[in-house]
């Protein structure tokens, strides 16, 4: 009989796909990556417990293309600062990505707010923009203009938090207690150039990061860089407290019975 694809594979197999995956290739990305100060309050609101606000409430935004081999990727990703237990990290609220298999990865084994939709990094000389967009709509972008290079930094490590859960059965709650995971990235640059420019938020209702103004631009940053990632369970959090923010995770089907927004009515 010919191998069903669907079946089984061996314990072989298995042991030969877990050590492909532990010696992958440095994989570098180019990127932009825009930080502002936004208003406390609404990145506060944001933030499920037991995540706490920093005492600056800056939102960072990344826009990358990924050289993966014979698989170009582009990821995007739109955070908020946050503190846990001590730790200073950033939680993000979305973070778009061009294909399928870079979404259910992260979202099934980190708890990654991943979805599908269009990523955009273009440079021409010194003219530089990036969009993340999603259902028609560019809900952030970049536009400026290279300054010139800035020192590189030294490699370090970035932590990103992220709440892993899976939807009730049966609609109510959740199958088992969510958990809060830590993620860090050891990152290191080989460019890295300052960016003078605009970060312009849109209005989704999919993706509403235009309820985080930019009160000041802090950066504006393109480079090249390459990382890579660990993750740990931190806590287990209380269903409860986290149930009136998973929908943060999805296009939220309820939206449809939402009224219009103020100053659209006809």
């Not at 207690?177 to 209702?205: A, K, M, N, Q």
Request: glycine letters at 8%.
């Amino acid at each position: 009989m010919a191998r069903v694809r669907y079946g089984a594979r061996t314990e072989a197999e298995i042991a030969a796909a877990r050590a492909a995956g532990s010696r992958l290739p440095d994989i570098w990305s180019t990127g932009v990556s825009a930080v502002w100060e936004s208003d406390p309050d609404a990145v506060a609101a944001v933030l499920p417990p037991p995540l706490k606000p920093t005492e600056r409430p800056l939102v960072r935004a990344a826009v990358s293309h990924v050289d993966l081999p014979g698989y170009p990727l582009g990821a995007g990703s739109v955070a908020v600062a946050a503190l846990h237990d001590g730790h200073a990290g950033w939680y993000p609220l979305v973070m778009p990505m061009t294909h399928e298999r870079a979404l259910i990865g992260g979202r099934e084994v980190f708890g990654e707010p991943k979805k599908l939709g269009e990523v955009t990094v273009e440079r021409e000389g010194p003219v530089v923009r990036a969009v993340l967009a999603r259902h028609g709509i560019a809900f952030f972008e970049v536009r400026g203009v290279v300054d010139g290079p800035l020192p590189l930094p030294r490699p370090a490590d970035k932590l990103d938090f992220y709440f892993k859960f899976l939807p009730a059965v049966d609609g109510q709650g959740f199958d088992a207690d969510p958990v809060l995971v830590h993620c860090t990235r050891h990152e290191e640059f080989r460019r890295l150039e300052s960016i003078t420019g605009d970060v312009v938020l849109r209005e989704s209702r999919y993706d509403p990061v235009a309820d985080l103004p930019v009160r000041r631009v802090v950066d504006i940053t393109i480079g090249e860089k390459t990382s890579d990632q660990k993750g740990r369970i931190a806590e287990r959090v209380s269903a409860r407290a986290l149930l009136p923010y998973i929908h943060q995770r999805y296009d939220d089907p309820l939206q449809i019975l939402d009224g219009p927004p103020e100053g659209n009515v006809r």
